[in-house]
């Protein structure tokens, strides 16, 4: 007779345990399929107009351009995606409505070497490399942000010396902090990054040029509209987060356009510090959409609410306010990423 099988031999108590799992497990999978389908049938009406209404991102971009003088578009930490897609969006907007400046969510204390790149006789992107706050090295992206300071480098050999294209460092100096820093100290630092933005940009370009068009490339949450956040670091007390796409929308009725980029599923949940990951809504259009497509953010988008994945670990909480927000009311156009990178 043929020995059993070790399986076989486990005591039965092993067995009937292996098989509760086994049928726990199985329950789990066939209900995440169910909601699964149930979701994905909720978003049938955002899948066809995605479909239908779809179009190159820097497409979108450009007529983004055309109805108002400031464009911020968001980026993802870590993902060479969305500074792909605003190094195309340098080319479309100064070929179409134009660009006098691009502002990057970089330490101000960059500047001086950031116009040494773009003043210098031929494109020298090692300039750039050797600083790494100038590039966001710690993200892991450096290389394709070094395309967007070249995407404005080599315009400007093509527009000339009266259209030269400004690149505008404006975030705080100091941000991101160090890991273990205070979460006071931290929660103080990056509720202070819009003024200093809006600083930036008075001092430098807004005071002699009111009318200025502007690119604005940021994280994905400091380019939202009618939406604050509330911030809470390691424990620390709650701070409110004004987005600097708020602030420009109130100074600027009618002439600012939020561009969200999408590119993944999920968030992390392990970061210690406030970074977009994008919204629910890519999950579901993954499925259907085979490349990268932009559309206008209309009633389409409604059909969930408080819709952009917020950031949680245990060391930060950042909840986005008032609740009950859709998509339309913080953005203007929705990018989706294809491949989710």
Sequence with gaps: MAPKKRWMRQPLSWRRGG????VALVVLMIAALILDSEAASDMEPLIEYMESRGREPAQAIAEAGRSARVVLLSDIAGLAGPKRIAAEAVRALAEGPGLDAVVLAVS????????????????????LLGRPAAVRESEGAARAFVDIYSAVYR??????????IRILAVD???????EGSNPDEASRLYASRTEHMLRRMDEELLSRIPDARLLIFVDGYMTLQRTHGVARFAG?????????????????PGQ????????????SGLTR????????FHRALRRELGSDRA????????????????????????????????????ADVYVFLARGR
């Design 108 to 127: 101000s204390d960059e500047q001086p070497y950031i116009d040494a790149f773009l003043n210098a006789p031929g494109e020298n992107a090692t300039v």
């Design 273 to 280: 510090l406030p970074t977009y990951e994008g919204t629910v």
């Design 155 to 164: 315009m400007n050999q093509d527009l000339g010396a009266a259209r030269r």
């Design 295 to 330: 559309a206008r953010v209309t009633d389409a988008f409604s059909i969930v609410k408080d819709p952009l994945l917020e950031t949680s670990s245990p060391a930060l909480r950042l909840d986005i306010r008032p609740d009950g927000y859709t998509l339309r009311d913080a």
């Design 19 to 22: 098989a509760v799992a086994l």
């Design 172 to 178: 705080v100096p100091g941000w991101p902090p160090a």
């Design 256 to 267: 600012v356009r939020t561009v969200l980029v999408d590119a993944t599923a999920g968030a």
């Design 236 to 252: 620390g007390d709650e701070v409110r987060v004004d987005w600097l796409g708020e602030r420009l929308r109130e100074r600027n």
